[in-house]
C-alpha cells in the first residue's frame, strides 16, 4: 500500500465540511486513497456502472435515498442533477462528512459544485504519485519553503531519470508486471473516449494524436499555439480549445509568466509542463530512461519534474501553489519565482552538480519591482545544500522535493 501525502488534507476537510470532493485525472489513485480511509458505515456506488449512473441521473432524489449517508459517489460527474438534492439533504443535517464525491473533469464538475454547494463543499486536487509516495517516505516530508530551505538525502540522477521516465501513475508501482507502454496506450485512448469526448466532440481522433504528442514533446517550453497548431494540422483556435481541455482535465500545468506594471518588455505566454512525466515520455517517444536522460531534454524533463511535484505538494495539502516564471523579450529567464509574504523567491533549475554564478545572472531583473526579493539559488544535482553567495543558495533536489530527512 503507498501512502498519499493526502491523506491528512482529506480528513481534515472531511471533520470541516459537510461534503468531501477529490478531483483529478483518471486513474491517479482518487478512488482508492478514499476506500482506504472512508468510515466503516460508508457505503460506496460508482457512477462508472450504468445502472447507478442512469438511476441517479433519472431520479436523484430517490437515488440519495436509496443509498443513504454517509456515502461515496465514484465519478460524480455523471449525474450533475444530483448536487441539488445533496444540497437538500446536508441542509437538513448539521452533520460533517455526509458524503465523499470524486471526479475527473474538473471544469464542468466545479461549475456545478460552486453553483450548488456554495459553502458546504472542501475541495482537493489529487494528482499521479510523488517521489516521496513512490518511494514510502512521506513521513518526514514537508513543503518546500524557500524561506527555511533544508538538507535531505541525496538522490541518485540514474535514480531520478527512471522515475522521471516512468512517472508516477498508481498502476505502475502496484502492478509490477505491467507493460508501461500499453498501460500509457490505453490510458490516452481512454481519454479520447471517454474524458475528452464528453467535454468536446473531437472530430479527427488522428488529428489530436499528433496534438497532444506535440504538447508532450514541448514540455518545459514557453506555449506557442502557431507551432502546436501546424504540428497536428489544424487551426490555432482548435489548439487553444484542445490544450485547454488537457489543463481542464489535469494533464497539463500552465506556468504563468510573472507579470509587472513595473517591469517592461515582459512575455505573456505561459509554459507547458505536464503533471505525469512519464506519460509525457510515452507521448514523445522515448523508450528507455538512459537514452532520455542523455537526451538534449533532459533538461526540460527535470524542470517538468520539479514544477509538477511542487504543485502535487500543494496541492495534496490543498494549498493553491502561487508560482510563475520570468521572461522577457529579450529573452532574460528566471526558471521559477515563488511569491510569498509579498517577496519574490526567484530559482534556477539546472541538470548539473557544478553550478556557477553566472546561472542567476538574470536574478537581478527583479530588482526593478517594489516587492522585496528572497532567497533564491539553483536546484540541481549539487550533493548538499549550500551557499552560492550571500543571498543564493546551491539546493539539492532532494532539498525541494523533500525525500525523508536524515
Known amino acids: 500500500m503507498y501512502e498519499r501525502e493526502a491523506k491528512e488534507i482529506i480528513e481534515n476537510v472531511n471533520n470541516t465540511f459537510k461534503v468531501l470532493l477529490v478531483t483529478g485525472p483518471r486513474q491517479v489513485g482518487k478512488t482508492t486513497l478514499l476506500k482506504s480511509i472512508m468510515p466503516k458505515d460508508m457505503e460506496y456506488v ?13 431520479s436523484p432524489k430517490l437515488f440519495l435515498e436509496e443509498h443513504h449517508w454517509p456515502l461515496l459517489i465514484d465519478e460524480v460527474q455523471y449525474a450533475p442533477n444530483l448536487f441539488q438534492y445533496i444540497k437538500i439533504n446536508v441542509d437538513k443535517e448539521n452533520q460533517n462528512g455526509m458524503y465523499w464525491l470524486t471526479g475527473s473533469q474538473q471544469f464542468h464538475l466545479m461549475k456545478n459544485v460552486s453553483e450548488s454547494l456554495a459553502g458546504r463543499v472542501g475541495i482537493i486536487n489529487l494528482n499521479s504519485f510523488t ?115 488537457l489543463v481542464t482535465i489535469g494533464l497539463v500545468y500552465l506556468l504563468e509568466p510573472y507579470m509587472s506594471s513595473e517591469l517592461k518588455r515582459l512575455t505573456h505566454m505561459p509554459k507547458i509542463y505536464f503533471m505525469d512525466t512519464g506519460l509525457a515520455s510515452y507521448l514523445a517517444g522515448w523508450t528507455n530512461e538512459r537514452d532520455l536522460q542523455l537526451s538534449s531534454s533532459s533538461g526540460h524533463y527535470l524542470e517538468t519534474f520539479i514544477i509538477s511535484e511542487l504543485v502535487k505538494s500543494y496541492n495534496a495539502q490543498g494549498i493553491k501553489p502561487n508560482l510563475s516564471y520570468y521572461r522577457d523579450k529579450e529573452k532574460n529567464e528566471i526558471d521559477l519565482i515563488i511569491y510569498k509574504n509579498n517577496t519574490l523567491y526567484p530559482f534556477e533549475i539546472k541538470k548539473t552538480a557544478n553550478p556557477t554564478k553566472d546561472m542567476i545572472k538574470h536574478f537581478d531583473k527583479l530588482n526593478n519591482t517594489s516587492k522585496k526579493i528572497g532567497t533564491g539559488g539553483i536546484i540541481c544535482f549539487y550533493d548538499k545544500l549550500t551557499h552560492l553567495d550571500n543571498k543564493n543558495y546551491i539546493i539539492p533536489i532532494s532539498s525541494v522535493i523533500n525525500i525523508k530527512k536524515k
Not at 517521489?131 to 518526514?140: H, L, M, R, T
Open 46 to 58: 460508482s457512477l462508472d456502472d450504468e445502472v447507478f449512473r442512469n438511476q441517479a441521473i433519472e
Open 131 to 245: 517521489y516521496s509516495e513512490i518511494n514510502k517516505s512521506i513521513d518526514n516530508k514537508s513543503l518546500f519553503d524557500p524561506e527555511n530551505l533544508v538538507s535531505s538525502e541525496e538522490i541518485n540522477v540514474n535514480h531520478l531519470y527512471k522515475i522521471i521516465f516512468n512517472g508516477g501513475m498508481p498502476s505502475l508501482y502496484s502492478n509490477k508486471n505491467i507493460s508501461r507502454e500499453l498501460y500509457f496506450g490505453g490510458y490516452l485512448d481512454t481519454y479520447i473516449a471517454r474524458d475528452i469526448n464528453d467535454l468536446t466532440q473531437i472530430g479527427d481522433k488522428e488529428a489530436f494524436r499528433k496534438f497532444i504528442v506535440s504538447v508532450a514533446t514541448r514540455t518545459g517550453e514557453q506555449l506557442n499555439y502557431s507551432s502546436l497548431a501546424n504540428d497536428a494540422n489544424i487551426s490555432v483556435p482548435t489548439a487553444q480549445k484542445w490544450l485547454s481541455i
